[in-house]
């Protein structure tokens, strides 16, 4: 089983800079990906960016230029560090890792971390 703790969501004004953290812990695949999701209400979770174990990025449309994702492989940690947040990006953020083991596809989530930019 994996576990994915969140930290470093809040409350930020309009242009200010937030810096997520998740911690993976278990049985997690050397070959994997992490990476951040975030949902509107009513709407369906859509990702933000994430990276690879060997350091590829994607990036959405709209996180690109604005935040920056990094992992620390041994700790099982990623980092999304968000500037230039807009009330746009107010939603609440979730950590996910995913591979592939044996033929077999595992996809694990946090609990999600609210994040509310204000005017």
């Known amino acids: 089983q994996v576990q994915l703790v969140e930290s470093g969501g809040g409350l930020v004004q309009a242009g200010g800079s937030l810096r997520l953290s998740c911690v993976a812990s278990g049985s997690i695949f050397g070959s994997n990906t992490m990476g951040w999701y975030r949902q509107f209400p009513e709407k369906q979770r859509e990702l933000v960016a994430q990276v690879t174990s060997d350091g590829n990025t994607l990036y959405a449309g709209s996180a690109k230029g604005r935040f920056t994702i990094s992992r620390d492989n041994p700790k099982n940690t990623v980092l999304l560090q968000m500037n230039d947040l807009k009330p746009e990006d107010t939603a609440v953020y979730y950590c996910?890792?995913?591979?592939?083991?044996?033929?077999?596809?595992?996809?694990?989530w946090g609990q999600g971390t609210q994040v509310t930019v204000s005017i």
């Open positions: 996910n890792v995913h591979f592939r083991k044996m033929a077999q596809y595992y996809d694990y």
